[in-house]
């Protein structure tokens, strides 16, 4: 068996194992190192573990993600989900369809302090969810709503795929979080527009609330402000060059423990929760970190990624449709993996074949650009019917609403997530305006 037979042994065969439930870092781990040895032999593949252990995780760089998690929990504990949603309400409540657009509001806030789809999604549930049927929202409406709103969480800086992705492309992290500024920006809108049009065309589907007072708009908005602080010395820190992307990490997460503390009533116990929920959660994304970084290996010994490049730059078609080919396997994809282990699972294929196409972009350009890309993409998997993974949470947290009532709430999100990608893909600028303004 050649080398570049093995490659797609290995990549067909870490996706079977995952289909049959073996968690996505033992697969990795399973399948990456049996290829490697197969390869290389077993002394190389343990030399390999030996150094490759030490030479992955001894780095500062990845301080930058336990501390961005830590944010993510002292805003949770510190009830920033509650002061953002109370504030989307108060300006967006009384439109057509507000509540649900000030839950869209309040994920992409919150998303600006999270980092995690799944994590927005469960949280703004809690707050929203109880409201949006007090006030009368079909079902439907409600969880799609949740749903598509939490891919935000991923796709508004900073998020932890994209800090991952700028580790493995050794780009730079401030640059790929103003990049997804306009698209995050974009999304926003339009699923607030997905909403307005949702209660127009269905009658019923969202009754009408009071307006909220002035004097209720400004205390709502007072009370959010730690939000927006936070985010604007996290992103425009990291992108100016005033602190590295762990220290403006760090710094996040002590400004976020102050506002907990003092804003939000976060005693001891609530600081316990956070840290290990953070340190839980980074334990699990290193181990898949390592597991990718073997498969990585075992794939690029194979020569299969490089192969693969060379026979997509032979076939006679527009660099930009083989993109969006690449677009719609991460679509499909999404519906059954998890983002981060699809993500690194996927990379080491996918970025030798996209930087082998001629898009008029140079390497830098290209890599931050194609990352928006992946994150969006994978932003589509997670609401797609009939297996996207907020689908399944946010209806498990729903209390008795039929699964088909929230594929139906989420069909428009879905549709206005694609026509997004297909933009950023033929309008790269969106994507590369604001991190060309440096």
Same mark, same amino acid.
């Given at each position: 068996?050649?080398?570049?037979?093995?490659?797609?042994?290995?990549?067909?065969?870490?996706?079977?194992?995952?289909?049959?439930?073996?968690?996505?870092?033992?697969?990795?781990?399973?399948? *990456? /190192? %049996?290829?490697?040895?197969?390869?290389?032999?077993?002394?190389?593949?343990?030399?390999?573990?030996?150094?490759?252990?030490?030479?992955?995780?001894?780095?500062?760089?990845?301080? +930058?993600?336990?501390?961005?998690? &830590?944010?993510?929990?002292?805003?949770?504990?510190?009830?920033?989900?509650? #002061?953002?949603?109370?504030?989307?309400?108060?300006?967006?409540?009384?439109?057509? /369809?507000?509540?649900?657009?000030?839950?869209?509001?309040?994920?992409?806030?919150? /998303?600006?302090?999270?980092?995690?789809?799944?994590?927005?999604?469960?949280?703004?549930?809690?707050?929203?969810?109880?409201?949006?049927?007090?006030?009368?929202?079909?079902?439907?409406?409600?969880?799609?709503?949740?749903?598509? *709103?939490?891919?935000?969480? @991923?796709?508004?800086?900073?998020?932890? @795929?994209?800090?991952?992705?700028?580790?493995?492309?050794?780009?730079?992290?401030?640059?790929?979080?103003?990049?997804?500024?306009?698209?995050?920006?974009?999304?926003?809108?339009?699923? =607030?527009?997905?909403?307005?049009?949702?209660?127009?065309?269905?009658?019923?589907?969202?009754?009408?609330?009071?307006?909220?007072?002035?004097?209720?708009? &400004?205390?709502?908005?007072?009370? %959010?402000?730690?939000?927006?602080? +936070?985010?604007?010395?996290?992103?425009?820190?990291?992108? #100016?060059?005033?602190?590295?992307?762990?220290?403006?990490?760090?710094?996040?997460?002590?400004? =976020?423990?102050?506002?907990?503390?003092?804003?939000?009533?976060? #005693?001891?116990? /609530?600081?316990?929760?956070?840290? #290990?929920? %953070?340190?839980?959660?980074?334990?699990?994304?290193?181990?898949?970190?390592?597991?990718?970084?073997?498969?990585?290996?075992?794939?690029?010994?194979?020569? =299969?990624?490089?192969?693969?490049?060379?026979?997509?730059?032979?076939?006679?078609?527009?660099?930009?449709? @083989?993109?969006?080919?690449?677009?719609?396997?991460?679509?499909?994809?999404?519906?059954?993996?998890?983002?981060?282990?699809?993500?690194? &699972?996927?990379?080491?294929?996918?970025?030798?074949?996209?930087?082998?196409?001629?898009?008029?972009?140079?390497?830098?350009?290209?890599?931050?650009?194609? *990352? @928006?890309?992946?994150?969006?993409?994978?932003?589509?998997?997670?609401?797609?019917?009939?297996? *996207? &993974?907020?689908?399944?949470?946010?209806?498990?947290?729903?209390?008795?609403?039929?699964?088909?009532?929230?594929?139906?709430?989420?069909?428009?999100?879905?549709?206005?997530?694609?026509?997004?990608?297909?933009?950023?893909?033929? +309008?790269?600028?969106?994507?590369?305006?604001?991190?060309?303004?440096?």
């Amino acid at each position: 068996m050649s080398r570049f037979d093995i490659g797609v042994w290995m990549f067909a065969g870490t996706l079977v194992v995952i289909a049959l439930r073996m968690p996505v870092a033992g697969a990795m781990l399973l399948v *990456g /190192g %049996a290829g490697y040895a197969a390869i290389n032999g077993w002394m190389p593949l343990l030399s390999t573990l030996k150094t490759m252990t030490y030479s992955k995780f001894a780095s500062n760089t990845l301080a +930058v993600l336990p501390l961005f998690l &830590l944010m993510g929990e002292f805003a949770t504990q510190g009830g920033m989900n509650s #002061r953002l949603f109370r504030a989307a309400r108060a300006w967006f409540g009384h439109w057509r /369809g507000g509540l649900a657009m000030a839950t869209i509001g309040g994920c992409a806030a919150f /998303g600006a302090i999270c980092g995690s789809s799944l994590a927005t999604a469960a949280t703004m549930c809690k707050v929203a969810l109880p409201e949006m049927r007090a006030a009368g929202y079909s079902p439907s409406l409600a969880t799609g709503t949740l749903a598509a *709103g939490g891919t935000l969480g @991923i796709l508004i800086p900073p998020s932890i @795929i994209l800090v991952i992705y700028a580790i493995y492309t050794e780009q730079s992290v401030g640059a790929l979080f103003v990049a997804a500024v306009i698209p995050g920006l974009i999304a926003t809108i339009q699923y =607030m527009i997905v909403v307005g049009l949702y209660a127009r065309l269905v009658p019923g589907a969202c009754p009408s609330i009071a307006p909220a007072p002035w004097k209720e708009r &400004l205390v709502a908005t007072r009370g %959010a402000w730690p939000i927006a602080a +936070v985010f604007g010395l996290i992103v425009a820190g990291i992108y #100016r060059g005033w602190f590295s992307a762990s220290e403006g990490a760090a710094v996040g997460a002590l400004m =976020m423990l102050v506002f907990a503390v003092f804003k939000g009533g976060m #005693r001891m116990a /609530g600081f316990v929760e956070s840290v #290990r929920n %953070a340190g839980q959660t980074s334990a699990m994304i290193f181990l898949i970190m390592f597991s990718a970084e073997l498969f990585s290996a075992a794939l690029a010994s194979s020569q =299969m990624p490089a192969e693969l490049a060379r026979q997509v730059a032979a076939v006679n078609a527009s660099p930009y449709m @083989i993109v969006v080919v690449i677009m719609l396997a991460y679509m499909v994809l999404g519906c059954f993996m998890e983002s981060l282990a699809m993500v690194l &699972l996927t990379l080491p294929v996918f970025i030798p074949l996209v930087l082998s196409l001629d898009l008029g972009l140079g390497k830098d350009a290209t890599l931050v650009w194609f *990352g @928006i890309l992946v994150l969006m993409s994978v932003e589509i998997g997670m609401i797609s019917p009939p297996f *996207g &993974l907020n689908l399944f949470l946010i209806n498990s947290m729903s209390g008795g609403v039929p699964m088909k009532e929230t594929y139906k709430g989420v069909l428009g999100f879905c549709t206005m997530d694609v026509l997004r990608v297909l933009l950023i893909v033929f +309008v790269p600028v969106l994507a590369l305006w604001l991190p060309g303004l440096k």
